[in-house]
């Protein structure tokens, strides 16, 4: 037989841990830029500004087909993460020399991105991004419009930013199959 009571007992006595939790939880991701950095509105615009600056001249490189360009935003020497789909690289020359033997674009088009960042510090920024992306390879191929996203996380080094980590998810990219006209 199941006792009944000691049910009644352990529940509510989780229900305000949870709520305790959940409003905790709400509590520290309600706050602000400016309650978590200690910066003025004015310093956070100008770090949003340099760094989305940045950030939307990787996507002018990354849809003109331009690798090495693309590849100068980041920090060549830090340790950071660099993920791509499935693929957790070892380092970030890993990533380059993968990038560098399968890069076979020719333009994208990522028409307008729903792109967030967050202020975390003078120093780190993050930034995350998604859009639908239409992409011609070198070899004229045409692909079907696929979601892309990616979370970036930028540093300040030397006064410049670089992307120091690099989460990217693209789906596979599938041709466009072109009409064969009847009769033919």
Not at 28 to 35: G, I, L, M, P, W
Not at 128 to 138: M, P, Q, Y
Request: charged share 25%; glycine share 6%; hydrophobic share 35%.
């Amino acid at each position: 037989m199941e006792n009944k009571l000691s049910h009644r007992i352990h529940v509510p006595i989780y229900r305000p841990i949870l709520v305790l939790g959940f409003s905790m939880l709400l509590l520290c991701c309600s706050q602000t830029e400016e309650d978590i950095t200690n910066l003025t509105t004015g310093e956070l615009n100008e770090i949003r500004s340099a760094v989305i600056n940045r950030f939307n001249a990787m996507i002018k490189y990354a849809e003109a087909g331009e690798l090495e360009n693309i590849l100068s935003h980041f920090d060549a020497s830090g340790n950071g993460s660099h993920i791509d789909g499935g693929t957790r690289y070892a380092t970030f020359q890993d990533m380059v020399d993968s990038f560098r033997a399968n890069w076979k674009i020719k333009n994208q088009d990522y028409g307008i991105p729903d792109t967030k960042m967050f202020v975390l510090s003078p120093i780190f920024v993050t930034v995350t991004s998604t859009s639908i992306i239409n992409t011609t390879s070198r070899e004229g191929i045409v692909y079907k419009p696929r979601p892309w996203s990616v979370t970036t996380l930028w540093m300040l080094k030397d006064g410049e930013w670089k992307i120091h980590s690099f989460h990217q998810f693209t789906a596979d990219p599938v041709p466009v199959e072109e009409k064969k006209e009847e009769g033919k």
